[in-house]
């Protein structure tokens, strides 16, 4: 089956690209596929895990859930696009720091539900760190020391 196909244009981490699209292409598949940034995981593709989580305009969506015409002309923002240069973001450091990283494969997308968390709420507590990270699934960790990793950014 042949879907029709969308011009649209898309800022991702800060650069501006523009596709013709297929109708059912998802953004996760634009964002690993088409512009090679592999740092978003796809883990469940049903939006259950939380592995495949974007800043689109600063809110935390799941890209395997998100038509990418759905979200043509915003801002989005990738693991990639957080570092800069050479300098981790506070929050890819803090995750180092507390021994938040195991396996590696939810980091980047729950790095970015902090962040979502933390440019709306700069110091929350515990009960608001889990509940904002609530969507992203951990298969090695118990989850503590990733809460305290954000929570001690916004501290």
Known sequence: ?????????????????????????????????????????EGCGQGDCGACTLLVN??????????????????????????EGDQLHPIQQAFIDHGAIQCGFCTPGMVLAAKALLDSCPRPGEEEVRMAIAGNLCRCTGYDKIVKAIMSVGS
């Not at 650069?15 to 740092?39: C, H, M, P, Q």
């Not at 600063?58 to 570092?83: D, H, R």
Request: glycine content about 8%; some cysteine; aromatic content about 6%.
């Open 1 to 41: 089956m042949e879907f029709s196909k969308y011009p649209i244009t898309l800022t991702v981490n800060q650069k501006r690209y523009s596709f013709t699209v297929e109708a059912n292409k998802t953004l996760l598949e634009v964002i690993r596929e088409d512009l090679g940034l592999t740092g978003t995981k």
């Open 58 to 83: 600063g809110q935390a969506i799941n890209s395997c859930l998100t038509l990418v015409v759905e979200v043509a002309g915003q801002n989005i923002l990738t693991i990639e696009g957080l570092a």
